[in-house]
């Protein structure tokens, strides 16, 4: 058996193995039911998935194909048992297969439907096997393609769909998409940390000048979250479909270079630095964050900590400091991520200006620390453009950009109420129609604060609330947890409308 035939085998035949036990553990007591050909059936569902995920880049390969021949054989003899990749090739037996990837396999579904009647996990069984067979396959080209990558995404989020919809609610042994038995749910609840505001989340931020990890260093470190759990929470994040598109693509290249590379096989090495780019408030500290757990969870970064800096964490007034003061920011990220808000910033000034020192300082520690510290640069789409043309090391060191887009008004008031929701506040009708009306009137242009802003509001709106209670004599508890239009700051007054250059300051 060929390395890549052995390795595919070790994904596909855990696959037969526990998704025919569970296919028999639905079936129990069910004597109508022919379980005579379900190890048949459930290979039939490996073959499929492998074939198809082979078929989405249309390039087949000798390997790919003597992998899948190898490996299917003895499950479809009449056509695979004999055959060459060029036999393969001449047929229908892969050509065409991707469009399986499409919707959920008949198996899948009743594993799903049987988990709704009963509680159980069957269908997360499928779905941990599947996805193992998903990155083997990618894993057999040096470099996967996009579209690999983007299938795998696509039938990722089809399977856990499917398992969504007929999740139970929070009883014992109950498994959700994503969690395992003996892990809790996801956290972030309707809004999903933070909902890209960065402001439900309880990590600290670190303000102008300071540079603060996410974890003291004194503290035992949590073990890695599962890489399923982790998505999941960056799919519960309101909006942001773009940005969560493009962080699951580059998690799915990263599991696929950790397989190669526990298999000791050639990994095409990429920097994983990155470019954020958007107004305040679009989440992308929130998403920072989560991409430092994921790092840490496929081992790129060993602590998985996010420390958050600027130019004022950066840059001294004093000749030969600003290094200094760069140095020590990167030793405190040392083992996770480097956040630099308004890296831009750095690049404001003359030819004399320490701004131009820490940039060069930067892109030496980058190299010299590549296995220790990824960076992520963010701030306003234009200005990153002038910061990364300001050094010829940066553009090599930061080759991908991820844009976070405003949110929409429906979208901001998804978050105010998800604010609501987490806080034990319900917004009544009055309270929509004024929260709305207010995220209408601000001006949605450049600075504008997104998820912050309607934070502010909200926080504005429970204060208000507060003091309307206080003149009650004995408020009911819907009074005390209802908000209402007179407790949203008017149109035109109050959080919103402050000083933009103070909004544009705190990009997030």
């Known amino acids: ?157 089809l399977l856990l769909d499917g398992m969504k919809r007929v999740a139970a609610p929070s009883a014992p042994g109950d498994v959700r998409p994503g969690v395992g038995p003996d892990r809790p749910s996801a956290p972030g609840g309707p809004l999903g940390a933070g909902a890209g505001a960065a402001a439900a989340s309880p990590s600290p931020t670190a303000t102008a000048g300071e540079a603060v990890a996410a974890a003291p260093d004194s503290a035992p470190p949590d073990p890695p979250r599962p890489i399923a759990e982790l998505l999941i929470e960056l799919d519960a994040l309101v909006g ?94 040392a083992g996770g991520v480097l956040l630099i808000d308004e890296a831009y910033a750095l690049a404001r000034g003359g030819e004399n200006d320490f701004g131009r020192e820490a940039i060069d300082t930067l892109v030496k520690l980058i190299e010299d620390r590549r296995e220790s510290v990824v960076v992520i640069a963010a701030g306003y789409p234009e200005e990153m453009a002038t910061f990364i043309d300001a050094n010829p090391g940066l553009s090599s060191r930061f080759p991908k950009t991820i844009a976070f887009p405003d949110y929409t008004d429906d979208e901001l008031w998804s978050i105010f109420a998800s604010l609501g929701a987490e806080g034990g506040y319900r917004p009544d009708a009055g309270a929509e129609q004024a929260v709305r009306a207010w995220i209408a009137a601000v001006p949605h242009a450049k600075g504008f604060g997104n998820g912050r802003l309607v934070r502010n509001l909200f926080e504005d709106a429970v204060a208000r609330q507060a003091s309307r209670m206080v003149a009650l004599a004995a408020p009911s508890d819907d009074e005390l947890t209802t908000l209402t239009a007179a407790d949203i700051a008017p149109v035109g007054a109050g959080p919103g409308h402050e000083d933009r250059t103070t909004a544009s300051r705190t990009a997030g």
């Open 240 to 333: 942001l479909a773009g940005v969560k598109g493009e962080v699951r693509l580059v998690t799915n290249l990263l599991q696929v270079q950790k397989l190669r590379r526990e298999r000791h096989l050639p990994v095409s090495e990429q920097s994983r630095h990155l470019v954020f780019t958007g107004n305040p408030g679009t989440g992308k500290t929130t998403v920072a964050r989560l991409l430092a757990e994921i790092y840490r969870s496929l081992g790129v970064v060993a602590k998985g900590h996010l420390v958050e800096t600027d130019r004022a964490g950066m840059v001294s007034g004093y000749v030969g400091q600003t290094a200094l003061k760069v140095t020590e920011v990167f030793d405190r990220a």
């Open 1 to 157: 058996m060929t390395d890549h035939a052995a390795v595919l085998q070790a994904a596909v035949a855990p696959f037969v193995r526990d998704v025919t036990a569970a296919m028999r553990s639905v079936a129990a007591g069910l004597p109508e039911v022919d379980l005579s050909h379900v190890d048949q059936d459930v290979a039939n569902d490996a073959f499929n998935l492998t074939a198809a995920l082979i078929d989405v880049d249309w390039c087949h390969t000798d390997d790919e194909l003597w992998a899948l021949i190898t490996v299917f054989g003895r499950w479809l003899p009449s056509q695979l048992a004999i055959a060459k990749p060029d036999d393969v090739r001449k047929s229908s037996i892969v050509a065409g297969k991707s469009a399986w990837l499409q919707q959920p396999s008949a198996l899948f579904a009743v594993l799903a439907a049987a988990d709704a009647r009963n509680g159980t996990s069957h269908s997360r069984t499928y779905y941990d096997a599947a996805m193992r067979i998903a990155f083997t396959v990618a894993s057999l080209d040096e470099n996967p393609s996009r579209g690999e990558l983007t299938a795998i995404d696509e039938y990722r989020g």
